[in-house]
């Protein structure tokens, strides 16, 4: 919550999903029954129905028990954008917990041209044991206990952030961690990996979406998803292509645009600060 609100000044991705506990506590029925008129409306619903069925009944119980819903106007489009950031910026959280560091870029949407590559990107960090955080973070240097990179976060369809996420290993400090993330990061602008990264990346890409559909479920979800997103379910197998073309200086040409200082905010927790003494305090 720390990091988003931090990183958002003007756009609703800097307000948690679920809202401040503050909005919670006091959310009524009306509320709720707003929200649902609002969302709830045929034009802003889509339906997939995968498996062995009868596509002539399929249709006809979709229309017996969706058919009633009263049709309205599409909801209202998020219009207000996110301004360019000025520069870094940073927030310290006081937790007595396991350490924790976030660094978040600014990136562009889903539908922007770089997003293939962006994904790409997103594997080539953090894609498993292969990918440059495990290599250099948790196995070589011992700095962490884990580390991530998640390529929209909180989410894609607007502008939001490329987020790394890493723990520091035990006796290892957050400025250590930092100072070994940026480095990384800086090997990744360069292109300083094995090329034959991306070709494992892509492979685990498509192998990860053939995956998913194995299943009647996986594929109902899939293809809804790409529909409700791009307006046709047939861009969940165009993105394949897409990923295929990404080449080693399209990876470069991405983490060089968006990964750099004056675009990132980064997040971090600190020890409570013990409360003086009644003696210090004198």
Not at 255 to 262: I, R, W
């Amino acid at each position: 919550e720390a990091m988003i609100s931090t990183a958002f000044a003007a756009h609703p991705y800097g307000v948690p999903g679920v809202g401040w506990a503050s909005d919670i506590s006091n959310l009524r029925v009306q509320d709720a029954e707003a929200f649902f008129r609002t969302y709830y409306v045929p034009n802003n619903l889509t339906i997939a129905i995968a498996g062995d069925v009868n596509p002539p009944e399929a249709k006809r119980l979709a229309e017996k028990y969706f058919g009633d819903l009263p049709p309205g106007p599409r909801p209202p489009l998020v219009v207000t954008e996110e301004p360019p950031q000025p520069g870094e910026k940073r927030i310290a959280v006081e937790s007595p917990a396991q350490p924790f560091l976030l660094i978040g870029y600014k990136r562009p949407d889903q539908y922007h041209e770089d997003n293939d590559a962006i994904d790409v990107l997103e594997g080539v960090l953090s894609g498993g044991r292969t990918s440059m955080m495990y290599k250099e973070l948790v196995r070589d240097s011992k700095l962490a206990l884990a580390a991530q990179s998640i390529g929209a976060f909180p989410g894609s369809q607007y502008p939001s952030l490329f987020l790394l996420f890493v723990v520091p290993n035990q006796g290892k400090t957050i400025d250590e961690l930092e100072k070994a993330t940026y480095a990384l990061v800086e090997k990744a602008r360069k292109g300083e990996f094995e090329p034959e990264m991306i070709d494992r990346v892509k492979t685990s890409i498509r192998a990860s979406l053939i995956r998913t559909l194995a299943s009647n479920s996986g594929m109902a979800s899939n293809l809804a998803s790409a529909h409700a997103n791009y307006g046709d379910w047939r861009e969940l197998f165009r993105s394949l292509e897409k990923i295929e073309k990404v080449t080693i200086e399209d990876v470069k040409r991405v983490a060089a645009t968006y990964l750099k200082e004056g675009n990132r905010t980064v997040a971090y927790t600190v020890r409570p600060q013990a409360a003086p003494s009644q003696g210090d305090a004198q």
